[in-house]
């Protein structure tokens, strides 16, 4: 990314003492706090986190009261920051199954074991302005009842008990696991790598992308087979202890796309997969990249590539934010001798065009007489 400016000292320090001006606003107004941030912009916090690959709703909610709400450069704060961090080790898989869920649902199967929890969403709002917010209304207490969760199976072991959907991917558990945030990323790029692409990617981005899928620009014709959010535990094996140990919750949102059928000679037909995983309660996103994972996916299917979405190094390469942002951005940096250079050119390339242009009408005149 195109970071390193150079300018007038004075100038600079002046336009950061702006901005710090700009982003407090009216001071009659109550200064706006990082916990009410974190407290009530919670989307909007998890979505930082996601992109900014770093689990911290405090430092989230620091980055966007920082950037004026501003999602990218919240983002590009977090993920300098987590430059910072010393990294000890990797955390154990996680188990996703024994997540506590605050929402579930399945657009597969009605009754399906542990039940759908509808849980808190907007998909049954009418989507009107509440101006009771405006004047300071406080939001009822939901109603409290008794709950009896069951142990909730991933639905699309429902459909591989049966041999209804492709097998998971086998992976090697001694294998190395590709690290995005220490590696460049090379093409072709394995599934490991693209998840986690698609989990920092732009939301704007992927949802596009997955939008195109569904319109016809890739092959996925897909049901949610299931999204779960909820708290999940993270474990950690210290090598001198030797066994796992909690370090602590984190909030996830997880998706899984049914799409439809991939048989071949020696196998029936069988639906196919697409995942998404997203920090805290980013059920959009993971959607988007259940879809995209899919598309995404051709090369092992041996399918053609004919749309955006089944184009890896065209996703890949353009899905992270800050490195759109950068590219994009960086030409309002100086370039002025590069300009002086082409405006010489253009010059020229006039001149020569005016002498052939009179030298066309002279023969032009000389023909006519």
């Given at each position: 990314?195109?970071?390193?400016?150079?300018?007038?000292?004075?100038?600079?320090?002046?336009?950061?003492?702006?901005?710090?001006?700009?982003?407090?606003?009216?001071?009659?107004?109550?200064?706006?706090?990082?916990?009410?941030?974190?407290?009530?912009?919670?989307?909007?916090?998890d979505r930082v986190m996601t992109e900014g690959?770093?689990?911290?709703?405090?430092?989230?909610?620091?980055?966007?009261?920082?950037?004026?709400?501003?999602?990218?450069?919240?983002?590009?704060?977090?993920?300098?920051?987590?430059?910072?961090?010393?990294?000890?080790?990797?955390?154990?898989?996680?188990?996703?199954?024994?997540?506590?869920?605050?929402?579930?649902?399945?657009?597969?199967?009605?009754?399906?074991?542990?039940?759908?929890?509808?849980?808190?969403?907007?998909?049954?709002?009418h989507r009107l302005i509440d101006f009771t917010l405006a004047?300071?209304?406080?939001?009822?207490?939901?109603?409290?009842?008794?709950?009896?969760?069951?142990?909730?199976?991933?639905?699309?072991?429902?459909?591989?008990?049966?041999?209804?959907?492709?097998?998971?991917?086998?992976?090697?558990?001694?294998?190395?696991?590709?690290?995005?945030?220490?590696?460049?990323?090379?093409?072709?790029?394995?599934?490991?790598?693209?998840?986690?692409?698609?989990?920092?990617?732009?939301?704007?981005?992927?949802?596009?992308?997955?939008?195109?899928?569904?319109?016809?620009?890739?092959?996925?014709?897909?049901?949610?087979?299931?999204?779960?959010?909820?708290?999940?535990?993270?474990?950690?094996?210290?090598?001198?202890?030797?066994?796992?140990?909690?370090?602590?919750?984190?909030?996830?949102?997880?998706?899984?796309?049914?799409?439809?059928?991939?048989?071949?000679?020696?196998?029936?037909?069988?639906?196919?997969?697409?995942?998404?995983?997203?920090?805290?309660?980013?059920?959009?996103?993971?959607?988007?990249?259940?879809?995209?994972?899919?598309?995404?996916?051709?090369?092992?299917?041996?399918?053609?590539?004919?749309?955006?979405?089944?184009?890896?190094?065209?996703?890949?390469?353009?899905?992270?934010?800050?490195?759109?942002?950068?590219?994009?951005?960086?030409?309002?940096?100086?370039?002025?001798?590069?300009?002086?250079?082409?405006?010489?050119?253009?010059?020229?390339?006039?001149?020569?065009?005016?002498?052939?242009?009179?030298?066309?009408?002279?023969?032009?005149?000389?023909?006519?007489?």
């Open positions: 990314m195109y970071v390193a400016v150079k300018g007038g000292e004075a100038a600079i320090d002046n336009a950061h003492r702006l901005l710090d001006f700009e982003r407090r606003g009216d001071i009659s107004v109550p200064d706006l706090s990082v916990a009410q941030i974190r407290e009530q912009m919670t989307l909007l916090v690959s770093l689990y911290d709703p405090d430092l989230a909610a620091l980055a966007l009261k920082q950037a004026r709400g501003d999602i990218i450069e919240a983002v590009f704060l977090v993920r300098a920051f987590r430059t910072t961090l010393p990294r000890f080790g990797y955390s154990e898989p996680l188990d996703t199954d024994a997540m506590q869920a605050i929402r579930r649902i399945s657009a597969i199967y009605k009754d399906l074991p542990g039940g759908q929890v509808l849980g808190p969403t907007f998909d049954y709002t004047a300071g209304g406080e939001a009822p207490a939901p109603r409290e009842g008794t709950s009896e969760l069951d142990a909730m199976p991933h639905v699309t072991g429902l459909l591989d008990q049966e041999g209804l959907i492709e097998c998971e991917p086998h992976v090697d558990e001694n294998a190395p696991v590709g690290d995005l945030t220490r590696d460049p990323l090379n093409f072709p790029a394995n599934r490991d790598l693209r998840l986690q692409a698609l989990a920092r990617g732009d939301e704007g981005f992927i949802l596009a992308l997955g939008y195109s899928t569904q319109r016809g620009f890739g092959r996925t014709h897909p049901f949610t087979g299931e999204i779960r959010v909820g708290d999940v535990e993270i474990e950690y094996v210290p090598e001198e202890l030797g066994f796992a140990v909690p370090l602590g919750d984190v909030v996830l949102t997880e998706c899984e796309m049914i799409n439809q059928f991939k048989g071949s000679a020696s196998a029936p037909p069988q639906f196919t997969r697409g995942y998404g995983l997203a920090f805290g309660r980013g059920e959009r996103k993971a959607m988007a990249m259940a879809l995209v994972d899919r598309a995404l996916r051709t090369r092992e299917f041996g399918e053609d590539v004919k749309a955006p979405a089944q184009d890896e190094e065209f996703v890949l390469a353009h899905c992270d934010n800050l490195q759109s942002t950068g590219f994009v951005e960086h030409l309002k940096l100086p370039h002025y001798v590069d300009f002086q250079a082409e405006l010489g050119l253009v010059r020229k390339m006039r001149a020569e065009h005016a002498a052939r242009q009179t030298e066309q009408d002279e023969e032009a005149l000389e023909a006519a007489e």
